[in-house]
């Protein structure tokens, strides 16, 4: 089955019937419309490509209005993207896909785009444990030897170095969904999930 597209809302706690509380991540997933489907004999694969909001139609290309008018959509999707699909199931353009494709007790994958750092130091980037922080230790946070002078003579690739932190398309598989709001199109899922407050991430079993 495909997925969904959601945007990150934020973090809260819920209580189940034994009063153990739960923290979950509030995501708003779908609704969902089918723009396009792909099938095997004319695209060599199967897949249904979904939206997510709407554009202003002054930030549209004509292009992007042409897609979303044929799956009868009065605007272009804010977001688009494809989901892979199985032998079997079949999906029509314009159909809408919502939450209910979920379950309380599923098991999901969401992806997002963590949070960027930006120009962070080993300590942080990577959990280095520093070098003596005590009596002014001018190098307390430094990384220490890069590469032996004689050999190799130089620094091996792949060196865990200071650098662009964050930022990174990242997956965090088999997180449980705790409960579904089909009212209000919402998915709480337990735990964390990638990314900031109005994030865009991708839901899918």
Known sequence: MPGLIGKKIGMTRIFNDE???IPVTVIEAGPCPV??????????????????GAKKNKRTSKAELGHA???GLDAAPRLMREFRTMNGEEYEVGQQLTVELFEAGDRVKVTGRSKGRGF????????????????????SRN???LGPGTDPSRV??????????GGDRQTIRNLQVVRVDGDRNLLFVKGGVPGARDGFVLISK
Not at 35 to 52: K, M, P
């Open 19 to 21: 009063g153990v509380q």
């Open 69 to 71: 008018s044929k799956a």
């Open 143 to 145: 990384p220490g030897s």
């Open 156 to 165: 091996i690739k792949g060196k865990k170095m200071p650098g662009r932190m």
């Open 120 to 139: 962070q130091g080993v300590v942080k980037r990577y959990g280095f444990a520093g070098r003596p922080a005590s009596h002014g230790h001018p190098m």
């Open 35 to 52: 723009v396009n489907v792909r099938s095997e004999e004319a695209d060599g694969y199967q897949a249904v490509q979904l939206g997510f």
